[in-house]
Structure formats: structure tokens, C-alpha cells
């Protein structure tokens, strides 16, 4: 060992041995803050189909990949962060020793060519990276970025690290092959060798080129470990774990969640009979109120603005943007943790529990943090403004986005809970829709003796439960379907068509009530549970002696559709659950309907958020328009689909409750999605939801395109091509209150 060995090798194993001390510091720090969270047993359920899921998802890349470019680079980088951390350590032999390199494996040539090839595509992937930031960053001309509000600097640091240890591979590389101590072949390393050729005959530069690249890789370490909130370095190393615990493994990826997760205190879901506010948890009122799942979700952020450049609320001009909730929960989480580690905190009744000599050394930014209310508005100081929660319509395109799975949606549902059950602080013409649900059954306050008015003048009896011995499907009206003009000749164009194709089916009529989704998303839990019970035990009743294969309903609507085929399982309802174009598609595929008159003018098609992102149902409508538009030609007629389609699809803007709350700021989530739907130049624009049939006509009908563009359901389009002389409601009308 030489002089420059020796000074080399102190120098790479002192700053390593920093780097390695910060750095375990900074991980017990993250696992103490995010232990700080409330218990979720669920999460270590089924850790085969875990494990799978996790290593699809990372190995795969399956969210990142649906980026096109920007995925394949980014797996590039990632597999290069892992395979070539080899080449990091493979530097400690060679500061020691100009020749030296891994045992074992270090001088096998496969393992040359694999490190190599590996390299270069690392190389051109964070390159590509790079150019992306600085093409996408937030002041360039040309509006929103999806890394506005992102910590730039600290995604230029990771980058610039990335590349210069992947430059400095080659550089090492380079130095052997001019020393003649290169052990690999040309045709393994073709790149090391040309570099090689390029560098001078400097045995001491193969050992001072290894310190470099340790002391940029340690450098890297310290960096992120004195900041331990820097996502967009720590994602590397939680998003494995991040995706393990996810909520449901099973799912397909990218599912946009679906059921909502019911309220808990303290692991256990919350029993409205015995609850005591005063003992029990009701929502999330302070940040350790999460879930460590949660707190977990906040410190995996990547700040990639992914969430951010699908989600409706941020590209209309709202305070909303999921990606900046979560930095905002995650800088206060860590900001607070010193004074809930010292023993700080409000029980449930505001008390303080720890005693002056616990927070006696705490400093008074740590305390003035721990003061701040979870939700307010400047004024009061808030973490998370109050315009920022109530502008979420639950679309799920946050996460559906998410490379690394985080929840948004649940942690801002978790904070309306709280919002609504104990301050009774929501937007105040919401109030309107809470009190119709409690006294009515429904939320436009309509009489319950009128939910089956939408029978009259239909050429065929609707058989009710209990009128008939035996149905294959159960009818779910919904309150839309029952009370709703527009909707209603949406439910009239089911039970037609289903009457047609000779499908046994009942109603409850009067026996329904509203599955209670609006309650659930705007965050009163309890109305959801009392709608919810009462329907069960009707449903129950109702389908008394069946299997849950032969508990077969049939929704028009997709927010009743998830709720009772997603969330009744957790108040004991199991049923089998079919929107209605999926049961259309089965019977024009099986003959039973067959469309004859083509559609003219041209159709495109809106993918309700809880239908397609929720549910993953995208086929079933577009087969059966696809089938309407060709007159029953061709299963695969064409329809004009709009830029934003399918997982990416746009919102209506009525989801999350939202159809019951003024549009205050910024432009209308509904125009913004009528306009992109007019520049297709069809005529007719196809939902499956009677949230987005009121939405979009709205949103027609305030451009003054009522006689140029037409809204109106799956349904309606396929019984005029069906029955093209006796289709019901034929011209959609102006809408009504909603």
C-alpha cells in the first residue's frame, strides 16, 4: 500500500463512518416518528400476497412504466441504485489497492458486461431525468408544473449525485484499463475502454478516483440523513415498504382504493352504540392521530407531482393538491415529533398529558408547532386549510397515480370525520344534504312515497320484492335514479332493456334509502352506518336463504355500486354487485340485446371515477356503445375518446360529496371536463353515473351547447339503437336542483 493508498483509505473509511453514524440516527428518528402513529393491525395480513404485490410493483415498475419515457428511465436509475451499489463497495478494495476489486465475483466477465451495460442505461436514464425536472420545472413559462411546491433543489442534489457516481464507475473503469490492470474484456466493457483510452497511465488515479466516488456517496448519505424528510432521496429505500403495507395487496394496482377504510380508534373499528368521544378517537384531529401507516405514507412522498397533475381540484385553480397536503402532514409530523417524544400531547378531551418538566427542554418553534390546529385557515395558523379539504372529490386519481402508493384519499376523509362529527364544521349548504339524509332517506329531501314514481308509464309491471317468488337480479334504484328527472330515464332505460332481454328482476321501492355515500365522503360516519345498517337488514331480508353467488344486484349508480359491493362488507351485507353496463355488455355479447340503429353524430364516452378508477370497470360501457354506435355491426364500433380517458380519466366534480357544495374557486371541474368532451366533435357524450349526467349537462347548458352536444347514459344510447321507436326521455332536459 502506497502513500496515496493510505490517505485515501483514512479518508474514504472517515467519512464513511460519519455518514454511517448520521444515518442510523436519522432511521431511528423516522421509525420513532412514524411508531407515533395509532395501531393498523390490518396491514400484516396476508404477507405472501404482500410480498408479491411489493416486489410486482418495484421490480415491474408497474405504476411508473404507465409515464411511457420517464418510467423506463426511472427503472433504469432504480435497478442501477441497486445493482451498482456493488461498484460502491467494489470502490473500498480500490482505494486500497489500485488493482483491487470484489472477491469472488469481481473478475468474472459476465459480471463486467452486466455492470456495464447496466451503467450506461443508468447514465442515459437519469439524463433523461434531469431533462425532464428542467424542462417541467415550476418557473418556466407556460403555467402549472407538477413539481410546483416540490423541494427542487433536493431532487437536483439526487440527480447530480446519481450521475456523477455512475461518471465516476466509468472513471475508475477508465484508469484501469490505461494501468493495464483491467480485468475485464473489450467486448464485455466497451465503454470502459474507451474511456480508458482517453486517460493517462496514473496508477495512483484508480485509488483517488474510488475516493471520489465514496466521498460523493457519503456525502449523499449525510445529506439526506441530517434531512430526514428529503422524500425524494428516502422513497428509495420506504417505498418497499410503503407498498408491503398497503391496504389492499390484492387490488389490482392503481385501484384508486375504492372502499374507504371504516373509522377506527385505536386499531379497532369504531362501535357508534358504545362510542365515547371523550375515550374514542372520531376522525383525525391531530397529525399522531394517523395511522403509522399513514405517518409512513407522509414520509415516503417522493414529491414527484404525479398526484398532483391528475387531480381535478389542483388543474382548476384550488388550493388542493394532494402531493402538498402530504408535505404539509409530513413537515408538520416531523416538525411536532420532538414534543410527542418527550411525552407532549392532547388527549381526547384537549387535556395536555405531559407534565412542565417533560417539555421543559423543548425549544419554542417545536411548541408553537405543536400548538397548531390540524385544520385552520391562516389566521388560526392551520396545517391544512380548510378550502384545501373540502375542494377533494375523492376522484382517487392521487392514487391511482402514486408510484409509491400512498392513501390520500382515506387520510382526508379521516380529517373531514373529525371536521364533521365533533366541530360540525363543514361548508354550510352541505348541511341541507346531511339533514335530508337523516329525516328522508335520501339527499334531495324528496318523499319516500315517491321512489317508485319512476315506474308510471312504462309498458311492463316492475315487480317489487316480495311481489314475485323468485329474481335473478335485485334493481338498485338509488335516489338519483328515484327522484332525479334526468336520472330517472336512465332507470326507466335499464328496467326497459332488462324487460326486453327477458331478465327477472325486483325493486325494493320504498324500502330503499340511500346507501349513504354522501355522508360517508363528506365524512359523517355516523349517518353513513345508520343508512347503511338499515339497508343491509333490508337486503339481507330481501335476499333471505341465498349464497352470495345468487345475491346478485344490479346499480345504475356507481357510488351505491361501490358502496354496496365494497363497503357493506364491513356491516356484515355480502352481496354480489353488477353495474348496469356491465350487465348490459353481458347481454349484447350473449344475443339477448341487439343493437340495429347506428348512433349518428359521433359519441365519446366519460369514465365515471367510482366506476372505472375505483372499480377498474372500463371494457363494459365501451363494448356496449362500441356495439350501439355501429347499429350491432360490430362489437367494436368506434368511439371518439376523449385525452383524458380510462385510469386517467377526468371528474365530473360531484364525487366526495362535492354534487351538494358551491363551486367556489377557480373554474368549474364540470367545464373544464364539457370542454375537453366538445373538442372531441361528438355529439353525444355517454356517462354511466347520474352524478356526471347532472354535471356535464350543467356544464353544457352553461356554454349554451344544449342543442350542439347531448349528454345522456350508457343505457339510453343502447335501447335507442336497440328499440330505436319506443326509447324513453329521448332529448336529455335542462337539469333540475341537485
Known sequence: MGSVQIVTTVLAAAITAVAVWLAVRAVRKMVAVIRLGQPAPERFTDKGTRAKTMLVETAGHTRMLRWGVVGAAHWFVMVGFIVLSLLVLEAYFEVVSSTGGLPLIGGLAVYGLVTEVIAVLGTVGIGVLIAIRVRNRPTRPG??????????????????????????????????????????????????????????????????????????????????????????????????????????????????????????????????????PEKDQFGVAQVEQFTWKGLL??????????????????????????????????????????????????????????????????????????????????????????????????????????????????????????????????????????????????????????????????????????????????????????????????????????????????ILGEGETCSGDPARRIGNEFVFQMLAQQNVETLNEAFEGRDKTKRKIVATCPHCFNTLGNEYGQLGGEFEVVHHTQLLAHLVSTGKL????????????HDPCYLGRHNRVFAAPREVLGSAVNGGGSADGTLIEMPRNSERSFCCGAGGARMWMEEKIGKRINVDRVEEAMSTGARTVAVGCPFCSTMLNDGVNGKGAGEQVEVVDVASVLLRSVKPDTAPGEKETAPTAG
Request: charge should be negative.
Open 297 to 506: 405514507d407522509f414520509s415516503t412522498c417522493t414529491e414527484c407531482g404525479r398526484c398532483q397533475s391528475q387531480c381535478p381540484a389542483w388543474n382548476t385553480g384550488k388550493p388542493l393538491s394532494p402531493k402538498l397536503l402530504v408535505l404539509s402532514l409530513r413537515d408538520h409530523a416531523y416538525a411536532k415529533a420532538p414534543y410527542l417524544l418527550a411525552g407532549g400531547g392532547k388527549d381526547l378531551t384537549g387535556e395536555e398529558k405531559a407534565t412542565a418538566a417533560q417539555l421543559a427542554h423543548l425549544d419554542v418553534l417545536t411548541l408553537a408547532e405543536a400548538d397548531k390546529p390540524l385544520i385552520g385557515d391562516a389566521e388560526a395558523g392551520g396545517v391544512i386549510d380548510p378550502d384545501v379539504l373540502w375542494s377533494c372529490t375523492t376522484c382517487g386519481a392521487c392514487v391511482e397515480q402514486c408510484p409509491v402508493d400512498i392513501e390520500h384519499v382515506d387520510h382526508i376523509v379521516d380529517m373531514r370525520r373529525y371536521q364533521v362529527l365533533i366541530e360540525s364544521s363543514f361548508p354550510s349548504e352541505a348541511g341541507v344534504m346531511l339533514r335530508n339524509l337523516e329525516n328522508k332517506g335520501n339527499p334531495w329531501g324528496a318523499p319516500q312515497n315517491t321512489r317508485e314514481d319512476w315506474t308510471k308509464g312504462l309498458s311492463f309491471p316492475v315487480p317489487r320484492v316480495g311481489e314475485v317468488d323468485d329474481f335473478e337480479y335485485l334493481f338498485w334504484v338509488g335516489c338519483a335514479g328515484a327522484f332525479e328527472d334526468r336520472a330517472k330515464k336512465t332507470t326507466r332505460a335499464v328496467a326497459t332493456l332488462l324487460n326486453e332481454a327477458g331478465v327477472s328482476f325486483a
Open 143 to 276: 403555467g402549472r408544473s407538477r413539481f410546483t411546491g416540490s423541494t427542487m433543489w433536493q431532487g437536483y442534489f439526487v440527480e447530480a449525485v446519481v450521475l456523477a457516481v455512475l461518471v465516476m464507475g466509468f472513471v475508475i473503469r477508465g484508469f484501469k484499463v490505461a494501468t493495464d490492470h483491467f480485468e475485464y474484456p473489450l467486448w464485455a466493457t466497451p465503454v470502459s475502454h474507451a474511456v480508458g483510452a482517453l486517460l493517462p497511465a496514473w496508477p495512483a488515479g484508480v485509488s483517488i478516483a474510488a475516493l471520489v466516488k465514496i466521498v460523493i456517496s457519503m456525502t449523499w448519505l449525510i445529506v439526506i440523513a441530517l434531512n430526514v424528510t428529503m422524500g425524494v432521496a428516502w422513497h428509495r429505500f420506504l417505498a418497499f415498504f410503503n407498498i408491503f403495507f398497503k391496504r389492499e395487496p390484492d387490488r389490482p394496482a392503481g385501484s384508486g382504493l375504492g372502499p374507504l377504510r371504516p373509522m377506527t380508534s385505536q386499531g379497532k373499528p369504531l362501535d357508534f352504540e358504545e362510542a365515547d
Open 594 to 605: 341487439t343493437p340495429v340503429q347506428p348512433v349518428d353524430g359521433g359519441v365519446t364516452y
